[in-house]
Structures are given as structure tokens and as C-alpha cells.
């Protein structure tokens, strides 16, 4: 039986300011309960507050992500950011291909599979975001989709470079409108996921690498998910902006 240690993530996605999200890690730090200490956690606030967040979480409990990062270390890139400017800002996660980076800002299973790249190469882990939309799901295309998702980004790269991988599991259709997928539903794509990723990279991989859910989590709907076999942990949206909130989703 492999055991790996549930994550529970906070995307802040474009809210807070640094010293309102430096406030609310500060007041999440305070809420977490020891019994939590078998479980990792990370927040993802935007890229402003990353320093004032990291000197919050220093030594602590809570791991720092980014919500996207760069292929390129540095160069003519307006707007970008890069692995080792990610680093040295405190974090140690970074969220790559989320569905509103696809949905509004060009991301393709390329361009996320260069993006895994950069972070291997800079020792972030690679929360690897795919999931379908609702339209894909009715139409029965979801397994498909996910399919494509997972081949192409993650083409190219040995088990041993993915040995940090993360993968988010993320229905289009339940983030931030507050349908959650039941845990069957989770669970069916959870495992499908697992065995797609022992066909690609082998048993052992398969075994450890951690696929969380996120789509609508709640402190209602965590403890639920979280007792299915192959659902490792969670990807929060909307919760994870209130400390109080997200810490009775961190603490199930
Ligand atoms: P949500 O977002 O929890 O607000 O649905 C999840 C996500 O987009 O990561």
C-alpha cells in the first residue's frame, strides 16, 4: 500500500495584496492545528505578495507556491517570471497549466509542458493542473481530454525528473461555480489518472506522485473527498481566501 502525504493548496489566484495576504497566512498559520502536522500545505498568493508571504511562513508549517512560472531563466520576456526569481522569493510549489491560464491567457499542453521543465530544472514542484470542461464532459470526451493533457505534458520527462510531481485534477466545470464533483466522480479520475501515469512512467511513480482534487472544495466536501483511495489532497480556490475558512479545510 503506497502512503503519501496528503497537500492541501491555497490558490489565491488575483486577490490580496501583499500585506492582506501576508496578513491572512500570518492568521492561517494561527489556525492550524498540530494534528495537522501529517499533511503538507502550501498557499499560492500573486506574484507582488510572494515576499511578504514567504517572510510570514519562514520555518513554518506552510510551503509557498507560485501560480506560474516561465521556460526561460531571464531575457526580453515583458511579463513573465522566471524559476530562479520564483526561488528566490520563498517558493518551493508553482501551479502550472491551471484551466484560467488555458481558458484566457493562451496555455497550451505545450507550453505547460515547457513550463514542468523549467520548474524541475529549478527543484519547484510542479502542481500540473488539467481537467475538462463541461461541454468535453457531456460529450464523453473527459478521459480523452485528460489523456492528451497528461501525454503531452509530461512528454519527455524520465520518472526521476517527476519524482515531485503533483498533478490538480480540476473540472472546468466546478471551479469557483460551486459544483463540486461528487467523490465518485473524483475518485473514477483519480484512479483513471494513477494508471495513465503507470502506462507513461512506471508502477513506482504511479505509486507516489499525488493527484489532488480541487473544483468547488469546501470544509463541508473535504473530508468526504479526501476518503477516497486515490485522492491525495486538494486544490482550493474561493475557500482558501479566508484564513478561517481554509484552515478548517486544511485541518478535515
Ligand atoms: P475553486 O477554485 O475552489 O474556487 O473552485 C479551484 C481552483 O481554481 O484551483
Known amino acids: 500500500m503506497d502512503t503519501r502525504r496528503p497537500l492541501i493548496a491555497g490558490n489565491w489566484k488575483m486577490h490580496k495584496t501583499g500585506s492582506e495576504a501576508a496578513e491572512t497566512a500570518r492568521q492561517l498559520i494561527s489556525l492550524i492545528s498540530p494534528d495537522s502536522a501529517d499533511r503538507d500545505i502550501m498557499i499560492a498568493p500573486t506574484f507582488t505578495a510572494l515576499p511578504p508571504v514567504a517572510e510570514v511562513l519562514a520555518d513554518g508549517p506552510v510551503a509557498l507556491g507560485a501560480q506560474n512560472i516561465f521556460w526561460e531563466d531571464e531575457g526580453a520576456y515583458t511579463g513573465e517570471i522566471s524559476g530562479p526569481m520564483l526561488v528566490s522569493a520563498g517558493c518551493s510549489h508553482v501551479i502550472i497549466g491551471h484551466s484560467e491560464r488555458r ?5 497550451t499542453d505545450t507550453t505547460v509542458n515547457q513550463r514542468i521543465a523549467a520548474a524541475i ?3 519547484l514542484i510542479p502542481v500540473f493542473c488539467i481537467g475538462e470542461t463541461e461541454e468535453e464532459r457531456e460529450s464523453e470526451q ?3 481530454v485528460l489523456d492528451k493533457q497528461v501525454a503531452t505534458g509530461l512528454k519527455g520527462f524520465s520518472s526521476n525528473d517527476l519524482g515531485a510531481l503533483v ?6 466545470w466546478a471551479i469557483g461555480t460551486g459544483k463540486t464533483a461528487t467523490s465518485e466522480q473524483a475518485q473514477e479520475v483519480h484512479e483513471y489518472l494513477r494508471s495513465k501515469i ?10 507516489s ?5 480541487g473544483g468547488s472544495v469546501k470544509p463541508a ?7 477516497m483511495p486515490d485522492i491525495d489532497g486538494a486544490l482550493v480556490g474561493g475557500a482558501s481566501l479566508d484564513a478561517e475558512v481554509f484552515s478548517q479545510i ?3
Do not use: D, K, W
Open 103 to 107: 481558458q484566457y491567457f493562451g496555455e
Open 121 to 123: 530544472r529549478h527543484g
Open 142 to 144: 473527459t478521459f480523452s
Open 167 to 172: 498533478v490538480a485534477y480540476e473540472p472546468v
Open 198 to 207: 503507470e502506462n507513461l512512467l512506471g508502477s513506482q511513480l504511479a505509486g
Open 209 to 213: 506522485v499525488r493527484i489532488l482534487y
Open 221 to 227: 466536501n473535504i473530508a468526504e473527498l479526501m476518503a
Open 250 to 252: 486544511v485541518n478535515f
